[in-house]
């Protein structure tokens, strides 16, 4: 029912006016004169009151009835002494039994021609039931203010139709540093960046809100002073009961460590499927050079033969010389694949870094590619450095490549070196001594600080996916340091990069280790005295016929068998009288490798002595103690000779004898000569 009271009018008849006031009782309608005192009381005062009128009629309603005593309005407005002729107002009023009840009241003032009947009617309407109810709401909201303040973690506002900020909570205050006086009033669109507003995300939100009643999202929010918070948000379409469209509310979270969190495992999740990759690149790797060596090795010894077969003054003899060079550099390039590949034993020793740099400028030439020259300098009497050169050449592509690349248009790399004697306390994570430091620069990009810091990290890397591992300066950082080395990185956004190696000097001047051995002529008495009976085994039959060719040039009497199953068959059923002198076998081979038949061997004829050729480190075919000696694919002439010599000598030693003993003699099948 509508609040306003209609009051009957004044000129209907006493009559009419009492039979109106008597019929209403929903309302309590009391006429007072003009001192206040009640001049009537109808039934719907009776029964909002409890009193008769009988018991009412002549007694002064405010001060016997209403919540409190007359206030200066109602005192002007009964004593005429103003303008105003009506006073309303809420409060409490009392009962017969003594309780009470909430009463909205509207006080009237009736002027009549006549003075002696003017007087007021007072209406009233009980309003316990709303009071009851809107306190329960203001308490409930109140509770639901603390209650959401509670949460540490959920902050929330509002907004209105048009996207402004109308509440702003504690607890959003806390997250973000606004507090409501700086918030309230402005756009929900101001919580973003720049470049998400230039985009339109905070207006698709709302919008997206709109049409689907909520929307879940996560982003970067700003903070007060330039901070950025990363929030997982809510936003709820706020609607009457008639579905008109009132504004938003906003639940945010910080999930800044829960992101780190998923960060961290994405690039640990990164990290591994990069290093199951570089794991299975290992294992091709070292399978085809394993497989390029037993060519190499055929490729090598078959050269060497020709050349011995030629006259000294032979006009091929130059072309048979540069590809035997050829076949020993492919020989080096395939040592470097399988270091990288764990497969070859790493060798530290004195090592002319000068030399070593020679040897690889035209791979690195070719690396770089046209648009980037690359300059070193070294002073003639640079100190030997004491390192493995297969992980020293591998550092030294890394960094030529990560320089290249820090310069998109091209430039020039260039190599320093130069002697230093650090003495104690001079350089932090070094011992005092005599280092050899090389700088590797460039003039690209280069790197802000926060970049620098991370340069090193493992899997770290600013090129695109499918441009780099992130593994470069950390395998460099990791090598240098493993032999008393320090690596250190000096850069300047757009002003380049220095990597500096700072490597251990050798205690003595490096050997030749990198000149090509030299070559071999016909002419030369390089046959053994004594004529040996060697059996050979390999499953690849060009290396096998290859090894044989090469033992019978040298003087030897070769028989050659393509399994270990087929060696020790043969050796099972020799007569007594022509013994083998020594097995050559190669390590690889399907069944039974050439370690196993070397175990078998030693147990069955102990003095018998075995050569283990492979292409794999000593760490990955540790023969010691079974096999007499091991022989390196791809090997020549030269170091077949060299291998069985100290084969045979180190038998006779344990023998004691001048000849080797077999425990089983053997027949003598068709040789390869």
Known sequence: MDDRYHLPDRHLSDDTYRLFVESVTDYAIILLDRAGRIASWNEGAERLK????????????????????PGDAILEILDGAAHRTRYEAEGWCKRKDGG???CHLLLQRIDNDDPAKTGFVVICRDRT???????????????????????????????????QINSWSEALERLLGYGSRDIIGRAYADLFSAEDRRSGLPGQAIDRALREGRLRQAGWRMARGGGWV????????????????????????????????????????????????????GQLNGGVAHDFNNLLSAILGNLELGRRRLPADSDVTRFLDNAIIGAKRGAALVGRMMNFAREQEIEIRPIDLKALFDELSDLVA???????????????????????????????????VNARDAMAEGGTIRLVARNRRISAGTERCVAPGRYVQLDVTDHGCGMDAETLSRACDVFFTTKPA??????????????????GGRMSIKSCPGKGTTVTLLLPAAPSPADGVFADDELETADVKDHPERKLRILVVDDDALVLMNSAALLNDLGHETFALSSAEEALSFLQNATTHRPVDLVLTDHAMPHMTGLEL????????????????????????????????????????????????????????????????????????????
């Open 366 to 400: 070719k690396a770089l590619g046209p648009e980037t020259v690359l300059e070193s300098r070294f002073p003639e009497k640079l100190a030997p450095v004491r390192i493995d050169p297969h992980q020293l050449e591998l550092a030294l592509l890394n960094l030529v």
């Open 129 to 163: 039931q709303r009071h009851s109810a809107e306190g329960a709401s203001r308490r409930s909201e109140q509770q639901f203010r603390h209650l959401i303040a509670g949460f540490q973690d959920l902050a929330t506002c509002t907004l209105d139709q048009a996207g």
């Open 100 to 102: 009470r009840f909430r």
């Open 230 to 281: 990363y929030a997982s948000e809510v936003i709820d379409v706020i609607r009457n009961d008639v579905g008109e469209h009132l504004g938003f509310s906003l639940a945010l979270r910080d999930v800044s460590a829960q992101a780190a969190t998923e960060q961290a495992l994405e690039a640990a999740k990164r990290a591994l499927f990069q290093s199951q990759k570089l794991e299975m690149i």
């Open 598 to 673: 070397a175990r078998l061997l030693r147990k069955s004829w102990p003095s018998l002595p075995v050569v283990l050729a492979t292409g794999y480190a000593e760490d990955v075919v540790d023969g010691t103690g079974i096999v007499s000696a091991r022989l390196q694919k791809p090997f020549g002439i030269r170091d077949l000779r060299a291998v069985i010599a100290a084969a045979v000598d180190g038998a006779e030693a344990r023998t004691g004898s001048g000849g080797i003993a077999t425990r089983t003699p053997h027949a003598a099948p068709a040789t390869l000569g």
């Open 50 to 69: 409890g009193f008769s009128e009988l018991e009412v009629v002549g007694r002064d309603f405010f001060a016997d009835f209403y919540w409190q005593q």
């Open 466 to 483: 499918g441009k780099g591992t992130g593994l470069g300066l950390s395998m460099v950082q990791g090598f240098v340091g493993t032999v």
